[in-house]
């Protein structure tokens, strides 16, 4: 059996101390394998935001432990830990975070070139990403000459550049009209299709049906579930 990509292995995470302790997330465990979307949901102030952020390695968790391809980041160094974020880790984040000064094939590769791989390579893997989402023909546009359909094109196209086998989607499609966030929910089903895993938080029940598999947070424990049967048709199972 191959490793998951993800592991959340009851994890917690509380802000501050004694009496004004928030536990944002409570006893979390969750499996996320390659090839496999699943989609987080639940009321504001749930805990979704803190859970993504724990599994992108931007927090660390006060209880449990993650792990991304079988490496603990409890016990990986900062400088492993920087290593996953630029090697293994793609996110997409509703508000885009594109650089404005750098053009559409210099934002794509961007990434890649921080990692030390030659400034070509890392070219040409952009191109061919790019292209895979359309956009062959803005190489040198600059975001603000952009929809914000295509922006957001360009922010999965660098969250999956090179070899990333974890993708995390914050409302990815929040800031979209309808058709363009069915494009946008169309290549990020596509990236975990051809081997990534996905984890993607979102409000929208149509979107979160592009997901294998939806989790339900309420009051920072996971409560419910659904998984996708062998007619892929979604079962709802309580977590208990």
Excluded at 23 to 36: F, I, K, N, P, W
Excluded at 106 to 133: C, F, H, I, K, M
Excluded at 152 to 174: C, F, K, N, W, Y
Aim: proline fraction near 3%.
């Amino acid at each position: 059996m191959s490793t998951p990509a993800l592991e959340f292995c009851a994890v917690g995470m509380r802000y501050g101390t004694d009496a004004t302790a928030v536990h944002a997330l409570r006893d979390v465990s969750l499996t996320v394998t390659a090839g496999e979307l699943v989609a987080v949901m639940g009321p504001s102030g749930s805990g979704k935001s803190t859970l993504l952020a724990i599994a992108g390695t931007l927090l660390s968790p006060t209880e449990g432990d993650v792990l991304i391809s079988g490496t603990s980041l409890r016990e990986a160094s900062r400088k492993e830990l920087a290593g996953l974020r630029r090697r293994s880790l793609g996110f997409v984040f509703q508000d885009f975070n594109l650089l404005p000064a750098l053009t559409v094939i210099e934002n794509t590769a961007l990434p890649l070139e921080l990692d030390g791989l030659p400034r070509a390579y890392s070219r040409a893997q952009a191109r061919e990403v790019l292209a895979s989402v359309g956009l062959s023909d803005r190489l040198d546009a600059y975001p603000d000459e952009l929809s914000g359909g295509q922006q957001q094109r360009i922010a999965i196209a660098r969250a999956v550049v090179g070899e990333r086998s974890l993708v995390l989607a914050d409302e990815p499609t929040g800031a979209l009209d309808s058709a363009t966030g069915e494009e946008v929910m169309r290549l990020l089903r596509g990236r975990v299709d051809a081997g990534a895993a996905g984890v993607l938080v979102t409000h929208e029940a149509t979107h979160a049906a592009w997901a294998d598999r939806i989790v339900f947070l309420r009051d920072g424990r996971l409560v419910d579930e659904t998984a996708r049967d062998d007619a892929g048709i979604l079962l709802t199972g309580s977590r208990g």
